[in-house]
């Protein structure tokens, strides 16, 4: 409303302007002013849009997805750039409370084919919960990855130390997305540690949990790419992972129960 009342102010500004020049305008001359004002105003930018989600045949190829939790933090722009350099797209299950501060770092997840999950708002136990409690965890972190992503809605959910049960899931009701590597990156801050472990554990359909909230983690990360690479892996979503699996709400995958 406001840019409409401006450019209208502009124009009649613009045809006084021509009518003192000129002493007297005829009303084409004045039209054909209106649309050069209009061909010169910007063109708004177009929407970046991510890429479609692909296909990939993971009942034959080596297929690995890697998870980044806890996040977005300081060093998720950097892990951003090194899966870029690799050509390898991850997942992350993102905290509503740290996605403000990094919204840049969620848009360009999405932008970049990474799949963007929720990993609770605050991180807490959530069997020890209301089941209100767990609805708001889980509706707050939904809205701010969907505002921060440019409208992008999870539909994966990961549980804070992959504490669940029924109730929980229930209330969740999304898929529950546990792991069958766990990295232990976050009791082990060294590099070559990490490199090691994530690069000899994963097999054929594996879900490492990884997290970016770590400076060791994601130095590690181009080593660990490269030794997987060298192995064989293609670095998929959990979502390309899972997608002739049947994953329901309120059921872990793997199932754990
Ligand atoms: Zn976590």
């Not at 951003?80 to 299950?93: E, N, P, Q, Y």
């Not at 959910?157 to 529950?176: I, S, W």
Request: a positive charge; hydrophobic letters at 40%; aromatic letters at 6%.
């Amino acid at each position: 409303m406001r840019g409409t009342r401006a450019a209208k102010g502009a124009m009649v500004g613009l045809a006084a302007a021509v009518i003192a020049a000129c002493g007297s305008v005829h009303a084409g001359d004045l039209r054909q002013q209106a649309a050069a004002v209009k061909k010169r105003a910007p063109a708004p930018s177009p929407t970046p849009t991510p890429p479609p989600q692909r296909t990939m045949d993971c009942a034959h190829l080596n297929c690995v997805a890697l998870t980044f939790d806890d996040g977005p933090g300081p060093y998720t722009a950097h892990l951003l750039d090194v899966l870029k350099a690799a050509g390898a797209r991850a997942t992350f299950f993102m905290l509503g409370e740290n996605v403000g501060e990094y919204k840049a770092d969620v848009r360009r997840m999405a932008l970049e084919g990474h799949q963007l999950g929720n990993h609770t708002w605050s991180h807490p136990e959530l069997p020890s919960l209301s089941t209100d409690a767990v609805r708001s965890q889980v509706r707050r972190t939904q809205k701010a990855i969907y505002d921060a992503s440019g409208g992008v809605t999870p539909t994966l959910f990961r549980p804070p130390y992959g504490a669940t049960n029924a109730r929980v899931g229930k209330a969740v009701g999304m898929p529950e997305i546990v792991w069958d590597v766990d990295s232990m990156d976050w009791r082990y801050p060294n590099v070559a540690r990490n490199v090691r472990v994530g690069t000899r554990e994963p097999k054929k359909g594996s879900i490492v949990l990884f997290h970016d909230i770590h400076k060791t983690t994601v130095d590690a990360i181009p080593r660990v790419l490269a030794g997987l690479q060298k192995r064989g892996f293609t670095f998929v979503t959990v979502g390309e992972l899972t997608e002739n699996q049947s994953l329901a709400a309120g059921r872990t995958f793997p199932n754990w129960s």
